[in-house]
């Protein structure tokens, strides 16, 4: 990205351009970028084309001033920290299910970056409910964050669902997802984004969610139901009419649509 792009980018999310490619500017920009680019899944229920290039996933984030899914959000910020001077690597991962397993190859797009102070970090803006800010990826013990306690493990010969040389993350002892720490590219993520948006299988088809992280809590509006946690304060409130719908995607979120997204769980109730 050249400058003025990357200066709407910066805008976007409300911080100032850092000085350097230092860890607190990264952990600022992380922050800033959940707090504000929405975790969204409207575009495969509108039936818009995502592409996985850079270029475009910047301009749905900064001009269009919508979110995305993980290939997206992440996509868009390695194009962003790149152009600040952190050094990033795209990453494959594989999402935690609760049965035990592990998803598709290329489930989830995880960034590993590196900062001007030399510390590695494990970046992700694209998962939902997660860490605020990102984990130090060479730390094998507890990692305390406003989102939970996050470690991240060395995945051996036979461990849990990956080879020798994964991670795996946790979140407050629960399996999040693995890691494998290979570098890959935009491109290597079409398989997984086409498996989310078509499979009937993908939660991504059979859910409809915009979620964006608060100062004291966090929103999400799925289908009719916009729910607040604040100060640990749970608070659900039922839309009743379309405009209620549109008008809180765009007070809550920045996101101005002429039509709603179809809501899959009202076709299958």
Known sequence: MDRTRTDAYLDRIGVPRPAAATDDALRALHLAHLRTVPFENLSVHLGEEITLDSDALVAKVVERRRGGFCYELN???AALLDALGF?????QARVAGEDGGFGIPYDHLALRVRSSEGTTWLADVGFGTHCHYPLVMDERGDQRDPGGVFRVEDVGEGGPGGGCGDLLVRR???PQYLVEPRPRSLRDFEVGSWYHRTSPASHFTRSLVCSRLTDDGRITLSGHTLTTTAGGERIVTELV???DV???YDQHFGIVLDRLPPDPAAAQG
């Open 75 to 77: 996509g868009a910020f």
């Open 87 to 91: 050094g990033v690597t795209l990453l």
């Open 172 to 174: 407050d002892g629960v």
């Open 241 to 243: 009419d379309d405009a």
């Open 246 to 248: 549109l008008r809180a």
